[in-house]
């Protein structure tokens, strides 16, 4: 047992009241997804990546690239708590005239690397990052979340494909496995799997995970960097709508804010207002 | 006898000679690099050239983020893939955060020829000038291919140029001084204007030159920065001249014409007539019978200056 987890843990939180606070301000957003991708988002910005909020510029800094660019409320969240900018800018989501977009901006957000919410669009982008990088000598590692719906998108495969051809061993992609998508369960709307096995016949090294489990969140991205030749999909078995039982693996939570009593029942689970 | 060269073999020479002057220069293509002329790039720089395959898509989203990381890259198809199947992934991954990708589409325009209408991009000046933070240059031949090239690595931001397959003769001397954003008098004259772009400038100078034959002087413009549009030398043509013909290889909707008349009908309204594709779509052939079949020809070009001037 890490002694960090309790501290990974109470960021975490942090982020879900975050992620309710945020959301229900804006009256619109995706909290079923943001809630999902917590647990992740913590460890990458709290606990793995080699970043500097002071130094945004940082040479050999990891990059992370939000592909599901839907669940930005959890970035905004992580890179506010980790110092990119102030939490007070958090409730300012989608308001007019707002640093803070219904998707990420990186023109516009300190930290945010990628402009994304295009599905597909971001894992693609991170190919280009990770043979930059490759060109350049860096050590910097490129982390790309995707949706489990996302991958029914055709770029994803022109991307899965290449990342392999070019041996991106540099880049770490994560699926966000919560099982459902806007209309409804992956296999209904679209059936994405066998996941694990597309993936390896696409010439990945392929991680399962429990993807709200610090321990193996921490292991597989150790497992993912040790590998060589090879891009990384960790397949992070996920709950959408974490943490707010009325919300968890409920469709009809991808993209819905709560309403003014429905935040203070999630806030309250929680463990209180933030 | 004139020198021909086609526009992308101009492009495939001048990248070799930008890469050797900057590091950063990478070029990726979707297997198309004999056609773009992108592979004497990867000869002679193979780290700096990424094929991505027939995966269009990718090839953009792939170039979006090389540049978010300082790399300046040069990415390679037809032009009918280019603007159209990778239309979404130049909007939202490289002219929303206006990154530095240089998109040269090559084989644009009708004279792509015998592959016919499915490989000819007619509409790729009207999608890609309709974007945000997009420069869209599109140059006559290959002097002002090399300047423009030459131009776009100093400046910072997306742009798209369009590029033929055909040989097209050079009309501009090796010192001849192009600018992104400003149109090219290339010929006085005071009774009309042809505003060309592209590969259409040549049929404009040969118009002229019959024009001049019963004593109507015609001036001809290069738009070959078709966004930003230099307004200035459209306006003056508007009020020195009886009249506008815009001439494209391209539709009549949505491109050069449509930028023109735009400026004019705002600032100075003008009697326009537009030389192009008639809003259909084009077949098999050879370069110069579809030329003559589409009316994209300097006879066109003088029947429309007299619809004008009569």
């Not at chain 1, 040479?59 to 592909?67: E, G, H, I, M, P």
């Not at chain 1, 990052?129 to 590692?141: C, E, F, G, H, V």
């Not at chain 2, 931001?157 to 008098?185: F, N, Q, S």
Request: proline share 3%.
């Amino acid at each position: 047992m890490n002694n960090r987890y309790p501290e990974l843990n109470k960021v975490a939180t942090q982020i879900r009241k975050d992620i309710i606070e945020m959301i229900s301000a804006a009256g619109s957003g995706h909290p079923g997804g943001s809630l999902s991708a917590a647990d992740i988002l913590t460890v990458l910005y709290f606990e793995k990546m080699n970043i500097d909020p002071e130094n945004l510029e940082l040479r050999d800094r990891d990059k992370f690239v939000l592909s599901k660019g839907h669940a930005a409320p959890a970035l905004y969240a992580a890179l506010a708590r980790r110092g990119y900018f102030s939490p007070d800018e958090l409730v300012k989501l989608r308001q007019i005239g707002s640093m803070l977009q219904g998707h990420p901006d990186m023109k516009g957000i300190p930290g945010v690397e990628m402009s994304t919410g295009s599905l597909g669009q971001g894992f693609s982008s991170s190919i280009g990052m990770a043979l930059a990088s490759k060109l350049d000598k860096k050590n910097s590692r490129i982390y790309v979340l995707l949706g489990d719906g996302e991958i029914n998108e055709g770029l994803v495969w022109e991307a899965a494909m290449a990342a392999a051809h070019y041996k991106l061993d540099n880049l770490t992609a994560i699926l966000d496995f919560n099982g459902l998508q806007i209309d409804g369960k992956n296999e209904d709307v679209m059936n994405i799997k066998p996941i694990d096995e597309k993936w390896k016949s696409f010439g990945w090294n392929v991680i399962e995970i429990d993807g709200h489990n610090f321990e193996e969140i921490i292991n597989g991205f150790n497992e993912a960097e040790g590998t060589k030749e090879k891009p990384t999909m960790v397949i992070a078995k996920t709950i959408k709508g974490k943490g707010v039982s009325f919300m968890e693996n409920e469709a009809s939570w991808h993209g819905v804010a709560p309403k003014d009593e429905e935040k203070e029942r999630a806030l309250e689970e929680l463990g209180g207002a933030r | 006898m004139t020198t021909k060269i086609a526009t992308r073999e101009t492009y495939g020479e001048t990248l070799v000679e930008l890469g050797k002057n900057d590091e950063n220069i990478v070029v990726l293509d979707a297997d198309l690099s004999k056609s773009t002329k992108t592979h004497s790039f990867s000869k002679e720089f193979p780290n700096r050239f990424f094929n991505m395959g027939i995966a269009e898509q990718n090839l953009m989203g792939t170039a979006a983020g090389l540049a978010a990381s300082d790399k300046i890259p040069f990415a390679s198809t037809f032009a009918v893939f280019a603007s159209g199947r990778a239309f979404e992934i130049i909007r939202n991954s490289i002219c929303y955060p206006k990154l530095n990708v240089k998109v040269c589409a090559t084989h644009a325009g009708i004279t792509v020829g015998e592959d016919g209408a499915s490989h000819q991009a007619i509409e790729d000046i009207a999608i890609m000038r309709s974007l945000p933070n997009m420069v869209v240059l599109n140059p006559a031949d290959a002097v002002s291919t090399k300047a423009l090239l030459k131009e776009i690595v100093e400046y910072e931001g997306p742009v798209y140029v369009r590029l033929g397959r055909a040989k097209v003769p050079v009309i501009y001397d090796d010192d001849v001084k192009i600018t992104i954003g400003k149109g090219m008098e290339v010929k006085g004259g005071n009774d009309i204007t042809i505003i060309a772009t592209g590969i259409m400038v040549n049929e404009a100078l040969k118009a002229r030159k019959e024009l001049l034959k019963e004593g109507i002087t015609a001036r001809v413009i290069d738009i070959h920065t078709i966004k930003p549009i230099d307004k200035e030398i459209i306006i003056k043509a508007g009020r020195e001249t009886k009249g506008i013909v815009t001439v494209e290889e391209h539709s009549i909707l949505g491109g050069l014409g449509s930028a023109v008349a735009e400026v004019l009908a705002e600032n100075h309204p003008t009697l326009l007539k537009r030389v192009g594709i008639n809003d259909t779509f084009g077949e098999s052939g050879k370069p110069d019978e579809l030329m003559k079949k589409y009316g994209l020809t300097a006879e066109n070009i003088i029947a429309k200056a007299k619809e004008i001037l009569d």
